[in-house]
């Protein structure tokens, strides 16, 4: 099983590339790459699978992030 997957995510607001991931209190992966597109902003992240697997809310500070 993989360890981390590469995801899109659609964040509330515009995030940082570099921007620690973190879900369930933990740090659970990293912004490889962000932007904002016509519907609104995108980022590209690896995160840990059993952070997916759990379905675990994921948040960059007070920025809740939604799995495209």
């Not at 759990?54 to 007070?62: C, H, R």
């Not at 809740?64 to 495209?68: I, K, P, Y």
């Given at each position: 099983?993989l360890a981390?997957?590469?995801?899109?995510?659609?964040?509330?607001?515009?995030?940082?590339?570099?921007?620690?991931?973190?879900?369930?209190g933990?740090n659970v992966?990293?912004?490889?790459?962000?932007?904002?597109?016509?519907d609104?902003?995108l980022?590209?992240?690896?995160v840990?699978?059993?952070?997916?697997d759990?379905?675990?809310?994921?948040?960059?500070?007070?920025t809740?992030?939604?799995?495209?």
């Open positions: 099983k981390k997957s590469l995801v899109k995510l659609a964040p509330d607001t515009m995030v940082e590339i570099g921007a620690a991931i973190s879900g369930g933990k992966g990293t912004v490889t790459s962000a932007a904002v597109g016509p609104g902003a980022a590209l992240a690896y840990k699978t059993s952070a997916l759990n379905s675990t809310a994921l948040m960059i500070g007070d809740a992030l939604h799995l495209r």
